[in-house]
């Protein structure tokens, strides 16, 4: 009768490890057939069933990157940092979803942090180009911004009130 008892007090957690075990097998069939969907949707039970656990959580903040719901990704990602702050991969995706949205400092600083804990130098050198690429893309949209404003004001910079302090 004990060994009964004892059983029957381990079968939903045998249960639920194999639930558990075999979302984790259906997350990774779905992310190799990129159906970033079915990612999510098995990402939401398995989080359900075990919250915080990687493999779910990593898997949806790239579905939801796939699917252009950023901020919904941000949210994983803040999760999974919370959890490594060290993991360049999760910085490096954190950079493009805030790219994504318009969010380019914050995008910049995710890329500043990835190249300062990523230890390949491949990947580091990778990192470093996507942060060249932003800054140099910042500053387009800067000098395009300022030339909107002078086409717009009918004013070329130095006319501009307050131009005297800057220089």
């Not at 004892?6 to 097998?25: C, E, K, N």
């Not at 992310?31 to 493999?55: D, F, K, M, Y």
């Not at 318009?102 to 600083?109: I, K, L, N, R, S």
Request: proline share 4%.
């Amino acid at each position: 009768m004990r060994k009964a008892r004892t059983y029957g007090a381990q079968a939903p957690f045998v249960d639920a490890m194999s639930r558990i075990r075999t979302l984790q097998d259906e997350i990774t069939v779905c992310v190799s057939a990129r159906e970033w969907t079915q990612v999510v949707r098995l990402g939401r039970r398995l989080q359900r069933l075990e919250p915080g656990n990687l493999i779910a959580l990593e898997a949806t903040a790239r579905a939801h990157w796939h699917l252009g719901q950023y901020p919904q990704s941000l949210e994983c990602l803040r999760r999974l940092i919370a959890r490594n702050p060290h993991e360049p991969g999760y910085l490096g995706l954190q950079a493009a979803c805030h790219e994504q949205l318009g969010q380019f400092a914050a995008a910049g600083e995710c890329l500043r942090r990835a190249i300062g804990v990523e230890t390949h130098e491949r990947t580091r050198a990778d990192l470093q180009t996507r942060l060249d690429t932003l800054e140099c893309a910042i500053i387009a949209t800067i000098e395009q911004s300022a030339a909107q404003r002078e086409l717009l004001l009918g004013m070329r910079p130095q006319s501009s009130p307050g131009h005297e302090r800057l220089s």
